[in-house]
């Protein structure tokens, strides 16, 4: 480092080099301050310097060593893990996206030191880096593999990423549920939180995480050479293999500390190293220890503005802070790679996952018809079999027309019927959303989820149930679709210029869920009621009534015409524009309108069942398997598996882990994950699914 300065400065890049640095320290030394000068009490600069040097046990000296130190040095350290965790994944993955919260190691880390906590609680005590080292190394393997190993592209990364982060996101929230006692607590600090009673946690993870960073020290030569090919540092007689494999499990050991210390914190790994790089320098010796400095600054930056809120909203997770930072500058981010040749041709990549069909010899009418004696029979049983109490066949026919046993016609009528009445429509109306954004946008990997409108819509009902607690229906209706809406418009405009490029489209999805994300985790921390707004977020057909029911039905009633009228239109915009227009379509008009119908149908199932993942995906793919790109073939079949897909994720939810409930939501992603993933899997060895 020092021969390196002492021979650059003479020039002027090297100035420039030296400046920079200098200025990430300064701003690092601020955010200091400003972090062990605020909070419940807020003192002065001299104050916070004469308590450090020279404290003599008053309260404002206690206040500082043993409560607001703490929690500065945990930033300091987390922040420093993060930026050079996500500086080396990027180096060595050659891939600017990568990032632990992007390869799903955050989500690893978290699910196993929940896991840790509910089956192992003396042991995770002592060894919380143990769980979630495991956590991390595990996920970072799947995705890496799911994404095609050296074949994986940028995009393909980040959308394995996606789908690994989900389903471990959903076995997470299944852990909660369960054990809603511990449930505030792990949910809060599962969002980020650089909060520390003591030096405890500080004690067990900083020389851990001083020993990988100086682990890295003797392989920036590397690094700098890994940036010219792999081809060309092996010619230069570098290791490339253990170079890589040394570098990643410093970069997941450094994030998995970060978890174990203060939980999942996304996109300090990605805005640190990109803004040092953006700054032109690349030469790892400075692009690291600047990019832990700055990181560090960042992280505790974030923290810095959850303070002004602690009087009013209590304490603000950190992580929800970095996202909503993070989110828009991810959004910059694409646009400046869909500008530039690199980002262009990144972004392009397909996904690989885009339709091929199975040649069925059942006809259209038949196999419609096995779908639909599925769906009844599967409603028959939630019907008769769910609940405290079995129906025979007698009872229920008796109860339907309004015979037999008051209580047994209030248990068919008013519960069991509205409640699976809501998942019937729910998952009809999820899966036509989704085949109608797909079709809009040209992407066979958008749905409701995916593209940001399920968070959008999730912020909006959370926003009116922290104010008006009892809101009624049509009000969360009104408030989802604003969500949805302000979602779409984001997605949509980010990715307009670019065509509706597929990567383009998933990466402003996934940066708009971000920030949606982090409004959600700061809102339902704020709901009078935490464990009912978190079963909601999850998506629960629970004690779902007529009054949820019928506004779903309405909508679907009105809506599933449109999209079934609009079939030729929707073909014709799979077509490049000029195809298409030269084929008499408007094409702005009908991806408008089809767009227009999908945000509104995901709008209306968000206010009434909650967010639900994964059905807007699973059942178009799985229609067009069945019976290939003809829209309203598509439509009618779409609607009916994704009606099976929620009303089996409703029975199973409800019998699976007696007495207690899993959210229908939680059970479609842990029935829809396995067949991404191995629709991922099966792309990534180059069988085009």
Known sequence: MRRYFMSSLADKQGWKTFGIVLGCILFLFLMLMINLSQGQVNMGLFDVMQALLHGQGTAADQMIWQFRLPRTVAGLLCGAALAVAGALLQTILRNPLASAGTLGINAGAYFAVV????????????FPMVFALAGGFGAVLVVYALAGGSRSTPIRVVLAGMIVTLLLSSFTSVAQILFLEDARNLFAWGSGSLAQNNWKGVKVTWPWIILALACVVPFMKSLDLLGFGEESAASLGQRVLQTKLMMLAIAVLLATLSVSLAGPIGFVGL??????RLMEIRRHQILLPASAVLGAGILLGADALTYPFQATYGNLPVGAVTAAIGGPWLIWMIIRMRKSKAGGHATHSKTGMSGRTIQTKIAFPLLCTILGVLLFLLLLYGIMRTGGMALSAKQLWLAIFGYGDEQLRHIVWNLRLPRLTAALFGG?????AGLLIQGAVRNPMADPSVIGVTSGAGSGVLTILVIWPYAPGWVLTIFAFIGAVIAAMIVFGIAWRSGFNPGILILGGVSVTAV?????QFLVLKTTSFSAALIWLAGSTYARGWSD??????????????AWWLGKRVELLAFDDGVALGLGLHVQRSRLIAAAIGVTLASTVVATVGTIGFVGLLAPHAARLLTGQQHRKMVVLSAIIGAIVLTAADISGRLIALPKEIPSGLMVALIGSPYLLYLLYQSGKGRMI
Do not use: D, K, N, Y
């Open 271 to 276: 805005l640190a190293p990109h803004m040092i």
């Open 516 to 520: 949606g994300t982090a409004l959600i």
């Open 115 to 126: 896991v840790g906590t509910i089956a192992f609680p003396a042991f995770i005590s002592r």
């Open 428 to 432: 009809a109306a999820l899966a036509i």
């Open 549 to 562: 029911a019928i506004p779903l039905m309405l909508a679907s009633f009105l809506l599933f015409p449109i």
